[in-house]
């Protein structure tokens, strides 16, 4: 399968955008990294701060393994609260960067500064009442789980967690399917979750995907947290954190290329045909 033209080296498919973007569009991406990461900056500090407490917690009751438990899942119980606050901060981020992934991937033109600019301002209102929706209902699951958590089943509580990590991860990319569906299209608020339900569902390899190339520090951070020596574990989370900011916008353009495959083939091809395949180069070529 061809994925830029031969003659002009223009790309056919998304696949073909990515590695364009790759090719020329490095130092944007960075830059469009740092933006990101400036804004979750807050609560991957506090996560650092609550791995350091766990540790603290296990370091002062290891003689005693119940009231060790007890502490760490009342604990647990506030700090998760920090979901709902990256769930905010999140889609504030990702409202910026959609209107750039757009303009990039539609071939429309860009300019990082002001496009980041114009797109939280034409949607940060709606999409951070969505983000705060998904966030309690993120921490709501993971309250759940610590009801039915205890210290003499450690292996299914760290089972429960691998479960629920999952479905974190396939609850952001939700998320940010309608941050995108919103930057591209008009629809009631029902109507926008419905459709972020149905590509998730209709295409949940490339969903579950997603969720790997979005979520995957966080989630090793949150299931590590307190089952390996606090020392590593900060390493490994600094590491993390160091990954993220540097290459987020990474999966923030592949996620939305992914989307726009979805969005071709789910809605565009019948019912907006001048907007399939668009930023393509048209050879007659399938995706």
Sequence with gaps: MKIVSRDLELPLTRRGLLLNAL????????????IVFLF??????????????????????????????LELVAFRRLSYL????????????ATGAARVYRRYSYNEGYILKDDFLEGLKDNWKPNLATGLAYGTAAYGLYFLISLVSSGEAVFLHYGLLI???????????SLTYMIFLRDIYKNTVPG???????????????????????????????????????GICIIAVLVLDFLYAFFNSLAGISNFLLFAYMADE??????????????????GQNE
């Design 40 to 69: 979750l900056l807050p609560v991957m500090a506090y996560g650092l701060y609550g791995l350091i407490a766990e540790g603290s917690i296990i370091i002062a009751y290891a003689e005693d393994a119940e009231k060790q438990w």
């Design 23 to 34: 090719k020329y569009q490095k130092l944007v991406l960075f830059k469009l990294s740092l």
């Design 266 to 283: 789910s809605v565009n091809k019948n019912g907006f045909p001048s907007q399939y395949r668009k930023g393509l180069y048209r050879e």
């Design 192 to 230: 926008y979750f419905k459709a972020a339900a149905g590509l998730l569902f209709k295409y949940l390899p490339y969903s579950l995907l997603a969720a790997l190339m979005g979520i995957w520090p966080f989630a090793l951070f949150y299931l590590f947290a307190g089952a390996i020596p606090s």
């Design 163 to 173: 479960v629920y990590f999952v479905l974190l991860g396939l609850l952001f990319v």
């Design 82 to 93: 920090s979901l709902i606050a990256f769930s905010v901060l999140y889609s504030l981020a």
